[in-house]
Nanobody
């Protein structure tokens, strides 16, 4: 199983970034796809989630600014981030969680997002 996250980088406050995650080795349609982030000195937190059917959920801190989407045919999940601020600076991780088998829980390597104020 591989989850390859990309799209991170340095952006000014108020700017936008789009993260992508390519999945392989899993039956993509059986998995919820999630984006987590971890800032220095803080616990990893769930940012956004999307079920195989397209239902979404967001952390309160990113609602209205971030949009998660997926392409089941391409086995891709995206996180469109806008109105970025310094508090969004973190390593962002792609996660695949099987809908029914909790042990099937996989993580990507993370991509750094740095927002300069």
């Amino acid at each position: 199983v591989q989850l390859q996250a990309s799209g991170g980088g340095l952006v000014q406050a108020g700017g936008s970034l789009r993260l992508s995650c390519a999945a392989s080795g899993i039956t993509f349609s059986q998995y919820a796809m999630n984006w987590y982030r971890q800032a220095p000195g803080k616990q990893r937190e769930l940012v956004a989630a999307i079920t195989s059917g397209g239902s979404t959920n967001y952390a309160d801190s990113v609602k209205g600014r971030f949009t998660i989407s997926r392409d089941n045919a391409k086995k891709m999940v995206y996180l469109q981030m806008s109105s970025l601020n310094a508090e969004d600076t973190a390593v962002y991780y792609c996660n695949a969680q099987h809908h029914f088998v909790l042990a099937r829980d996989y993580w990507g390597q993370g991509t750094q997002v740095t927002v300069s104020s």
